[in-house]
């Protein structure tokens, strides 16, 4: 969660909050600093995720995504919106003149629609910049995951805010010569390192795990609350590597690091650490639609209560914040019996394209 205080904290609560909202659009021709004048009401909504899909797991690189409507104005006519970098930040009034300010992040405006009344814009956060081939990198191996980490985001301009992290100093001896994207790289070190990577409301990346936020949300805060019975936990963590599988803990709700490129040694080890660091982490999946608070983020750990005061101790792995409005958070977790299936399905596809390509590349090779 964004660091607040006390009274931000209180106030936020709260039925009749107000709101104000700065955004600023750093074009080519220079600076739009917008108000609420300037913004279509409800329009402006901001979307961050920890993971990709429903599958609880590690590695997440989902880059969050602000969209918003802006009053259509002749000035707006030559601007190029593309490509411009967008900051936003949302105040709360906590004391009769004072306002207190959450940003939500810095953005890369991405699409642009406009027509005579609007001017419509989808802008995407710093980890959209590390969609650019991995062959970029000029970084010699064998390197550390640390230095792997730090030269991604050299090659993709943007500041790192992670330094120290689990098996930052693993040794990767070879550099993967597939078709890769950076993104793709950040994916295997977040693997790796039993984290998602996620941009900072400052623009930097960090590799981040799930971590308490002191919030618990009641029927006063929310509209809806749809929990499930079933609590969703990593179990261990694995690799099959030559027809050999490699386990830490157990494999009734095991993340797969099979595919991982960057592992390519001490294997043991290196997944004894990844499954300490998230062993831990058990929640009960949700969605809840809620009055919304910007300071919340997907990394969150909360605690949802119903009306009968039961207690479900979870987190946030996808948060839609809409500014003014109604705003939806969720935990994502496939049930026990789904991700046992599905890993083992995943098991049986992997194994099989091993045996094909080993196939293949003896046959390439004798040609």
Same mark, same amino acid.
């Given at each position: 969660?964004? +660091?607040?205080?006390?009274?931000?904290?209180?106030?936020?609560? &709260?039925?009749? @909050?107000?709101?104000?909202? /700065? &955004?600023?659009?750093?074009?080519?021709?220079?600076?739009?600093?917008?108000?609420?004048?300037?913004?279509?009401?409800?329009?402006?909504? !901001?979307?961050?995720?920890?993971?990709?899909?429903?599958?609880?797991?590690?590695?997440?690189?989902?880059?969050?995504?602000? #969209?918003?409507?802006?009053?259509?104005?002749?000035?707006?006519?030559? %601007?190029?919106?593309?490509?411009?970098?967008?900051?936003?930040?949302?105040?709360?009034?906590?004391? $009769?003149?004072?306002?207190?300010?959450?940003?939500?992040?810095?953005?890369?405006?991405? $699409?642009?629609? /406009?027509?005579?009344?609007?001017?419509?814009?989808?802008?995407?956060?710093?980890?959209?910049?590390?969609?650019?081939?991995?062959?970029?990198?000029?970084?010699?191996?064998?390197?550390?995951?640390?230095?792997?980490?730090?030269? %991604?985001?050299?090659?993709?301009?943007?500041? +790192?805010?992670?330094?120290?992290?689990?098996?930052?100093?693993?040794?990767?001896?070879?550099? +993967?010569?597939?078709?890769?994207?950076?993104?793709?790289?950040?994916?295997?070190?977040?693997?790796?390192?039993?984290?998602?990577?996620?941009? *900072?409301?400052?623009?930097?990346?960090?590799?981040?795990? !799930?971590?308490?936020?002191?919030?618990?949300?009641?029927?006063?805060? @929310?509209?809806?609350?749809?929990?499930?019975?079933?609590?969703?936990?990593?179990?261990?963590?694995?690799?099959?590597?030559?027809?050999?599988? !490699?386990?830490?803990?157990?494999?009734? !709700?095991?993340?797969?690091?099979?595919?991982?490129?960057?592992?390519?040694?001490?294997?043991?080890?290196?997944?004894?650490?990844?499954?300490?660091?998230?062993?831990?982490?058990?929640?009960?999946?949700?969605?809840?639609?809620?009055?919304?608070?910007?300071?919340?983020?997907?990394?969150?750990?909360? *605690?949802?209560?119903?009306?009968? &005061?039961?207690?479900?101790?979870?987190?946030? *792995?996808?948060?839609?914040?809409?500014?003014?409005?109604?705003?939806?958070?969720?935990?994502?977790?496939?049930?026990?019996?789904?991700?046992?299936?599905?890993?083992?399905?995943?098991? @049986?596809?992997?194994?099989?394209? @091993?045996?094909?390509?080993?196939?293949?590349?003896? #046959?390439?090779?004798?040609?």
């Amino acid at each position: 969660m964004y +660091p607040t205080s006390a009274t931000y904290k209180d106030k936020i609560k &709260l039925l009749d @909050r107000v709101f104000q909202v /700065k &955004l600023q659009i750093q074009h080519s021709a220079g600076d739009l600093d917008l108000t609420d004048a300037d913004i279509v009401q409800g329009s402006l909504v !901001y979307n961050e995720a920890s993971q990709a899909g429903d599958d609880f797991t590690v590695g997440g690189v989902v880059a969050s995504d602000l #969209r918003v409507e802006l009053v259509n104005k002749p000035a707006y006519a030559e %601007l190029e919106f593309v490509g411009a970098t967008l900051t936003c930040q949302i105040g709360l009034l906590v004391d $009769e003149d004072t306002w207190e300010w959450v940003p939500l992040g810095v953005f890369n405006v991405d $699409e642009v629609g /406009k027509t005579r009344s609007r001017v419509t814009i989808k802008a995407v956060d710093n980890l959209i910049l590390f969609d650019k081939p991995y062959s970029l990198s000029e970084l010699s191996y064998p390197a550390t995951l640390a230095q792997i980490f730090t030269d %991604l985001c050299n090659v993709c301009d943007v500041l +790192p805010e992670s330094v120290v992290f689990t098996n930052s100093t693993y040794v990767v001896a070879t550099k +993967p010569d597939s078709d890769l994207t950076c993104r793709d790289v950040l994916g295997y070190v977040a693997e790796l390192s039993g984290t998602f990577a996620r941009a *900072t409301r400052a623009g930097k990346i960090e590799l981040a795990w !799930y971590s308490a936020s002191g919030l618990a949300l009641t029927g006063a805060n @929310r509209f809806n609350f749809v929990p499930r019975d079933d609590v969703v936990q990593i179990t261990g963590v694995m690799a099959t590597i030559d027809e050999t599988t !490699y386990l830490a803990g157990t494999d009734a !709700y095991a993340v797969d690091l099979t595919d991982n490129l960057l592992l390519q040694s001490d294997y043991e080890t290196a997944i004894a650490a990844v499954y300490n660091a998230v062993k831990d982490t058990a929640f009960h999946a949700y969605s809840s639609e809620w009055q919304g608070n910007p300071a919340v983020q997907a990394g969150d750990i909360i *605690t949802q209560i119903d009306r009968d &005061l039961n207690e479900y101790p979870t987190l946030v *792995t996808h948060s839609t914040y809409k500014y003014r409005g109604k705003s939806k958070l969720e935990a994502r977790g496939l049930p026990v019996t789904a991700k046992g299936f599905r890993g083992s399905t995943n098991k @049986r596809i992997a194994t099989i394209i @091993r045996k094909v390509e080993a196939i293949v590349g003896d #046959r390439l090779t004798s040609l």
